[in-house]
């Protein structure tokens, strides 16, 4: 069976360092490993209008901020094919078959719609585009044949219904679709990237986030005023490492040869959170090393945004052409969906040779 990734991202907003540990950077790794048959890389500007519908205009803008962080990531279009959700009409098709094999019960279970609806305070009036957008994910990672979808923690309900929709879907119509694997990153800390305030979750909504694109003056403000341990006041209290975002950041970004470089009182992580938690390291310090660690990681990405935005219609013109390859797999796909549905009308002959004799018998 081929290896197919599907994964992406929503156009709300510039893509930030927890898009990078959660996804991204292990996208970039899965595609120049070679294993993979295909890569698709969404931008699912239609998933944004479900919670977005009154505001266009921000996702059509974030299109570009998104595919720049995509390209300046290290995502190759000769690789991977960069995909616009709404530009592949299919999907909507294979959402409206699914939307008949989940209850509705089932959704308002779905611990990450629960969550998202809480965090948008829609309570009442849910729009149904929203709450059934882990039907339309289901679609997306079923039209392209994904086995496998690299996702951040948050997204593991949206695979468990997606597989759930497979399994339905074969057992009642047959065998036709794959059944996809969410695949986590090795390293906790970047299951889920708190924000810079100490909330569970870096999230473009809540205002939290470091993002790929800020200058070099914007990423070490936010890390200079980013929230610790509340209890650590003086250098030599003691500190808590746990929970503290400042050392979950350091545990997803950091090298032991970046402590040689700017930090070499210490070896590694260990020594640095060893010290800190029996205290008599302040701050300060941890977040000047937080800064440089960082600035290693987001300075190639700077640099290599910077050239592609010298040429913005070169980036259009790759989604354009990810956008017409996706699809043609799509297509392929619906075709297999209406055939095991049997709404294959024009394309059944035994159909239409039955219902010939039927009318023939019944002269
Ligand atoms: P929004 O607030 O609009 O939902 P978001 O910041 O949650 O935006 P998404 O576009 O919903 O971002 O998520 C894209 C991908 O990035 C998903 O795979 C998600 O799991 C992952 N991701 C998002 N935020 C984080 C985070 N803080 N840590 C790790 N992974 C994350
Ligand atoms: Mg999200």
Not at 215 to 242: A, C, I, Y
């Amino acid at each position: 069976m081929s290896k197919i990734i599907l994964t992406g991202d929503r156009p709300t907003g510039p893509l930030h360092i927890g898009h990078y540990a959660g996804s991204i950077r292990r996208r970039v790794e899965l595609q120049n490993s070679g294993e993979y048959d295909k890569i698709y890389i969404m931008i699912a500007d239609a998933q944004a209008l479900t919670d977005n519908a009154e505001n266009p205009e921000k996702v059509r803008q974030n299109i570009i901020e998104v595919a720049l962080d995509y390209l300046s990531c290290g995502l190759d279009p000769e690789k991977s094919t960069l995909l616009i959700q709404s530009q592949i009409p299919e999907l909507c098709e294979l959402s409206f078959y699914y939307m008949n094999l989940v209850t509705v019960s089932r959704l308002q279970r779905n611990p990450t719609v629960k969550s998202e609806i809480q965090m948008r305070n829609f309570e009442a009036s849910i729009p149904v585009g929203f709450f059934t957008y882990p039907i339309s994910q289901a679609a997306d990672i079923t039209a392209f044949g994904a086995t496998t979808v690299p996702v951040g923690e948050d997204q593991l309900p949206m695979i468990e219904q997606t597989k759930e929709i497979v399994r339905k879907f074969n057992s009642v119509y047959g065998d036709t679709l794959v059944e996809p694997d969410a695949l986590l990153s090795a390293n906790k800390s970047c299951l889920r990237l708190p924000g810079t305030d100490g909330k569970a979750k870096m999230s473009k909504s809540l205002h939290n986030c470091i993002y790929l694109s800020d200058s070099e003056e914007e990423v070490r403000k936010k890390v200079m005023s980013m929230f610790t341990d509340p209890n650590h006041l003086q250098v030599s209290d003691p500190g808590k490492v746990e929970g503290n975002p400042v050392f979950i950041y350091l545990e997803a970004f950091c090298r032991d040869e970046l402590f040689a470089e700017y930090l070499p009182e210490y070896a590694n992580l260990e020594e640095l959170k060893a010290h800190y938690t029996r205290g008599g390291l302040g701050d300060v310090k941890v977040k000047k090393f937080l800064n440089n660690v960082l600035q290693e990681e987001l300075a190639p990405i700077r640099s290599r945004r910077k050239t592609w935005e010298t040429d913005i219609p070169a980036v259009y013109d790759i989604l354009r052409k990810g956008s017409l390859a996706a699809r043609q797999a799509a297509a392929k796909t619906l075709a297999d969906v209406k055939e095991s549905m049997k709404i294959n009308y024009f394309d059944d002959r035994a159909l239409i040779d039955q219902q010939t004799l039927k009318y023939r018998e019944q002269k």
